[in-house]
């Protein structure tokens, strides 16, 4: 592939970079043809934090696309990557395995007939085809799987590479491009949002306490939030959990997600899949609450409570508070 690979930069509403972006940058770089690798942002510009990052990385050029409605959406997000695609001839576009990122590979995908790869965990060149690797049915099996199409989308999970420098950074130049958004993009419009407030809670992959909510939690992480905090805990899920939206997919702990250790395991609602498991098996002390007695998780518990978590849970808060006065 001597074409130039475009990676959707992710960034929040301040104009801060999330972790993504330097990370996929990092997997393109080996990747690009002659042209490098190519940024697209869509929104108002990166400021002189975000582009610092991008340059220390190896990007060589930043596409800024402004479209003429909210790009929070993810329809308009594909039509700005797609002027962006028209505009560079980019082969290869790696996009953040979030909720929103598969959105936006699925419209490019129904829009420009790309080929689409989700929750890969690296893609490499073979023959000038990319290939991307991803695990499947509970992590059982890895697969191999090749675009033969252009473009390729491929959307990368987390942590998947290390994000790593080059050893000669160059400003990347700056392409502005102003959009006017399809009717069709337009149909969906966001009403609201609620930007959840910053966390002071510990890093998940090395927290000493982790609290995980499951599918039993029908999407209210109220309980679980609430005794993390007062544990200091981290807040995990399980991949149900995730693929609901329910929690961010970096909250996600199992065989195709986050390995944990901590000292102290409390799974609510949690079956206990053997996907799961495998990414929380070796904690010290692992506490099940779940209201199926014959729950897989009882199975591996040091402590198991048959219970309707909304109901547990809060008792023992209420009696933990008290007992740290």
């Given amino acids: 592939m001597t074409s130039p690979v475009l990676v959707l930069l992710d960034h929040a ?13 990092t997997l393109a770089r080996p990747l690009a043809g002659d042209g490098g690798v190519l940024g697209a942002w869509v929104g108002d510009g990166p400021g002189p934090d975000a582009l610092a990052v991008l340059a220390a990385h ?79 049915l509970a992590g059982t099996w890895t697969t191999r799987c090749s675009v033969v199409g252009a473009p390729a989308v491929v959307t990368v999970k987390a942590n998947a590479v290390p994000a790593e420098p080059v050893a000669a950074p160059r400003e990347p130049v700056v392409v502005e491009h102003e959009l006017t958004v399809s009717p069709a993009a337009r149909r969906v419009e966001l009403v ?8 002071d809670r510990p890093d998940l992959s090395g927290a000493q306490v982790v609290v995980v909510g499951g599918r039993g939690t029908e999407g209210d992480f109220g309980p679980i939030e609430e005794l993390a905090d007062l544990l200091g805990a981290a807040v995990g899920a399980t991949q149900a959990a995730t693929d609901e939206g329910w929690i961010a997919k970096e909250a996600q702990i199992g065989q195709t997600g986050v390995t944990v250790t901590p000292r102290l395991y409390i799974g609510a609602g949690v079956s206990g899949a053997v996907h799961h498991r495998g990414g929380m098996q070796a904690a010290g002390t692992i506490v099940a609450v779940n209201s199926d007695p014959d729950a897989p998780i009882f199975e591996i518990a040091d402590f198991g409570v048959v219970g309707d978590l909304f109901t547990v849970l809060p008792q023992a808060t209420a009696e933990l508070r008290r007992l740290l006065g």
């Fill in 13 to 25: 509403a301040d104009g801060a970079l999330r972790p993504s972006a330097a990370e996929l940058v």
């Fill in 58 to 136: 190896g990007v060589a050029a930043v596409h800024v696309v402004r479209p003429d409605a909210d790009p929070a959406l993810s329809a308009v997000t594909a039509e700005a990557v797609t002027a962006v695609l028209a505009a560079t001839g980019a082969g290869l576009v790696l996009i953040p395995s979030t909720f929103e990122g598969k959105e936006v590979a699925a419209h490019l995908a129904a829009s420009t007939g790309a080929g689409v790869v989700t929750d890969a965990d690296g893609v490499q060149l073979e023959d000038g085809v990319p290939v991307a690797s991803k695990t499947v």
């Fill in 192 to 199: 609201e949002r609620t930007e959840r407030a910053p966390s």
